[in-house]
């Protein structure tokens, strides 16, 4: 028996049945297919032609009325349906009248205007408006919501930003403790490193590690954790180097709280005679930098202020004025070849990460020329963390960076960084690194808003060998989904946000990782109130 279905469906030939389980044999060109398939098909191609016969008489039928029957869920189900083109039954005035320009004079001077969409839906039944009432007062409504959320949105990034701007009084009063130990204990000021290790400090068959910071209670965080979980600690060399006006506080600590039989070394800002002599690149970059800010940026209150600017904007303004980013610890690693002539490789270390391993197989790695050793930031399975590309830190609207790099191209982290000295001192990555800061200055700070890693993604580009994300986990201090085992698995972890673990607004399951470096039994801790929570 035959079946003419359609000119691509052939023929149907069924043979003498010999139970339920018999296969029918359906010849489609040269394809062959169980009776299973020919079922559903029919069924689909019954049910199909049924739907058009249906809803094409449904139609007709509804062509004069008001579209009240079956006919209509064609149009209210989508786009198109068979070719069939929707046809919107919101009123025009509505879409007029929610298009319009906010006047902001009329709103506010229109009375009562709905609080809750309880309150709307209660005014609404009691009216009973026309379309454009209904439009109008729906939009005093969502727009009185939306200045609210604004304003909140604001206050919050405001008052993030103080809070991770301020010096906590707990640290500013280990501070004061520190210097005044400096000034009157002798055992304050030992000469760091002793005489007999000076050699260490220039000899490359060491691990040298340089951390600079303003910053004494972060500082002994990363140098407890750096020798604790170092499997040859005595081969060990910690480059401390610090502003003026903490140096004495720094090296108090330092040597009432020795690291042996690793070697620190504590040296100012002051001590380098290159930052001393003439003219120094990047403390005149930081000088135009304050100006520019000052006078572009007027101050979190006229940022606050500004009633145009999306919230995520003002947050990136206000984080812009942190007192770290003119800060010559955040600016002074661009100089490492200059500030470290004798030596060939360091890993430089922010004074927010916590080391939970042993970092000595950092020097095994083979750079192949390059000069920076980072982890990238554009892969990972975090990716609210790892999902940094460079659209993320520079303005590709700015004509100057469009033509210059590729919006796509992965960024790569500040933080725990090995450099190649040798190959960078080969290389005009410190020229371009200023010569970016002076465009960006002429250009009203236009192309990137704030922070080092900008200029930094520019200067060392075409200069980066990827390492393995186990030395490097980022995130900590601007997100609280990694969990403790999570980053427990980390060689490195990094607090790069504002929650800092030193800070109250630190995340509260995270902050652990940090204080198990403290010694809250330490008499300057223990006065000046410093608390594991």
């Given at each position: 028996?035959?079946?003419?279905?359609?000119?691509?469906?052939?023929?149907?030939?069924?043979?003498?049945?010999?139970?339920?389980?018999?296969?029918?044999?359906?010849?489609?060109?040269?394809?062959?297919?169980?009776?299973?398939?020919?079922?559903?098909?029919?069924?689909?191609?019954?049910?199909?032609?049924?739907?058009?016969?249906?809803?094409?008489?449904?139609?007709?039928?509804?062509?004069?009325?008001?579209?009240?029957?079956?006919?209509?869920?064609?149009?209210?189900?989508?786009?198109?349906?068979?070719?069939?083109?929707?046809?919107?039954?919101?009123?025009?005035?509505?879409?007029?009248?929610?298009?319009?320009?906010?006047?902001?004079?009329?709103?506010?001077?229109?009375?009562?205007?709905?609080?809750?969409?309880?309150?709307?839906?209660?005014e609404i039944r009691d009216s009973r408006p026309d379309a454009k009432a209904f439009a109008l007062k729906l939009k005093a409504m969502v727009t009185l919501l939306e200045q609210r959320t604004r304003n909140a949105k604001i206050q919050e990034y405001l008052y993030r930003h103080v809070a991770s701007s301020s010096i906590p009084k707990q640290l500013y009063c280990l501070t004061l403790r520190l210097a005044n130990e400096h000034s009157s204990n002798a055992n304050a000021r030992l000469q760091l490193p002793s005489p007999e290790l000076i050699p260490a400090l220039v000899d490359n068959s060491f691990f040298h590690f340089v951390l600079a910071s303003d910053n004494v209670l972060a500082t002994s965080v990363v140098?407890?954790?750096?020798?604790?979980?170092?499997?040859?600690?005595?081969?060990?060399?910690?480059?401390?180097?610090?502003?003026?006006?903490?140096?004495?506080?720094?090296?108090?600590?330092?040597?009432?709280?020795?690291?042996?039989?690793?070697?620190?070394?504590?040296?100012?800002?002051?001590?380098?005679?290159?930052?001393?002599?003439?003219?120094?690149?990047?403390?005149?970059?930081?000088?135009?930098?304050?100006?520019?800010?000052?006078?572009?940026?007027?101050?979190?209150?006229?940022?606050?202020?500004?009633?145009?600017?999306?919230?995520?904007?003002?947050?990136?303004?206000?984080?812009?004025?942190?007192?770290?980013?003119?800060?010559?610890?955040?600016?002074?690693?661009?100089?490492?070849?200059?500030?470290?002539?004798?030596?060939?490789?360091?890993?430089?270390?922010?004074?927010?990460?916590?080391?939970?391993?042993?970092?000595?197989?950092?020097?095994?790695?083979?750079?192949?020329?390059?000069?920076?050793?980072?982890?990238?930031?554009?892969?990972?399975?975090?990716?609210?963390?790892?999902?940094?590309?460079?659209?993320?830190?520079?303005?590709?609207?700015?004509?100057?960076?469009?033509?210059?790099?590729?919006?796509?191209?992965?960024?790569?982290?500040?933080?725990?960084?090995?450099?190649?000295?040798?190959?960078?001192?080969?290389?005009?990555?410190?020229?371009?690194?200023?010569?970016?800061?002076?465009?960006?200055?002429?250009?009203?700070?236009?192309?990137?808003?704030?922070?080092?890693?900008?200029?930094?993604?520019?200067?060392?580009?075409?200069?980066?060998?990827?390492?393995?994300?186990?030395?490097?986990?980022?995130?900590?201090?601007?997100?609280?989904?990694?969990?403790?085992?999570?980053?427990?698995?980390?060689?490195?972890?990094?607090?790069?946000?504002?929650?800092?673990?030193?800070?109250?607004?630190?995340?509260?399951?995270?902050?652990?990782?940090?204080?198990?470096?403290?010694?809250?039994?330490?008499?300057?801790?223990?006065?000046?109130?410093?608390?594991?929570?």
């Amino acid at each position: 028996m035959q079946l003419h279905i359609s000119p691509s469906l052939r023929h149907v030939t069924v043979l003498p049945a010999k139970g339920f389980k018999e296969f029918i044999k359906v010849k489609v060109g040269s394809r062959r297919f169980s009776y299973r398939m020919v079922f559903y098909s029919l069924l689909f191609f019954t049910f199909l032609l049924r739907f058009i016969f249906v809803l094409t008489a449904v139609d007709n039928i509804d062509r004069d009325t008001k579209c009240s029957s079956i006919g209509c869920l064609g149009k209210r189900l989508g786009p198109r349906i068979l070719g069939r083109r929707t046809e919107s039954t919101v009123p025009e005035v509505i879409y007029q009248v929610l298009e319009e320009p906010v006047n902001q004079d009329e709103l506010q001077a229109r009375p009562q205007i709905p609080q809750t969409l309880e309150d709307f839906m209660a005014e609404i039944r009691d009216s009973r408006p026309d379309a454009k009432a209904f439009a109008l007062k729906l939009k005093a409504m969502v727009t009185l919501l939306e200045q609210r959320t604004r304003n909140a949105k604001i206050q919050e990034y405001l008052y993030r930003h103080v809070a991770s701007s301020s010096i906590p009084k707990q640290l500013y009063c280990l501070t004061l403790r520190l210097a005044n130990e400096h000034s009157s204990n002798a055992n304050a000021r030992l000469q760091l490193p002793s005489p007999e290790l000076i050699p260490a400090l220039v000899d490359n068959s060491f691990f040298h590690f340089v951390l600079a910071s303003d910053n004494v209670l972060a500082t002994s965080v990363v140098a407890s954790s750096l020798v604790y979980n170092s499997l040859h600690p005595e081969r060990v060399v910690l480059h401390i180097i610090t502003d003026r006006k903490t140096y004495s506080p720094m090296q108090a600590w330092f040597s009432l709280h020795p690291l042996t039989p690793a070697v620190i070394e504590v040296k100012g800002l002051h001590h380098f005679d290159w930052l001393t002599k003439g003219r120094v690149p990047v403390l005149e970059a930081m000088e135009k930098d304050q100006k520019v800010r000052s006078q572009f940026r007027g101050g979190s209150s006229a940022i606050v202020a500004n009633n145009t600017e999306k919230p995520y904007v003002i947050a990136a303004k206000l984080q812009a004025l942190s007192p770290k980013y003119n800060s010559p610890m955040n600016h002074i690693r661009i100089h490492l070849p200059e500030l470290f002539p004798s030596l060939n490789k360091v890993v430089f270390l922010d004074d927010d990460i916590v080391i939970q391993t042993d970092l000595s197989p950092l020097w095994d790695i083979d750079m192949r020329g390059k000069v920076n050793g980072a982890v990238e930031t554009c892969r990972g399975r975090d990716k609210f963390v790892m999902s940094k590309r460079f659209k993320s830190y520079l303005n590709f609207s700015h004509p100057l960076i469009a033509k210059s790099f590729d919006p796509n191209e992965c960024a790569w982290a500040y933080g725990m960084n090995i450099f190649d000295l040798e190959a960078w001192r080969k290389t005009t990555i410190s020229q371009t690194y200023h010569y970016w800061l002076d465009e960006n200055l002429k250009s009203d700070l236009s192309l990137w808003q704030l922070g080092t890693l900008p200029p930094g993604l520019i200067a060392f580009h075409g200069h980066i060998h990827v390492i393995d994300p186990f030395w490097h986990m980022l995130g900590l201090g601007y997100q609280e989904n990694t969990t403790i085992e999570t980053a427990e698995n980390a060689g490195v972890i990094h607090f790069n946000g504002r929650a800092k673990p030193w800070l109250d607004i630190a995340f509260p399951q995270l902050r652990p990782l940090w204080t198990k470096y403290i010694n809250f039994s330490d008499k300057f801790i223990k006065s000046c109130h410093i608390r594991a929570s």
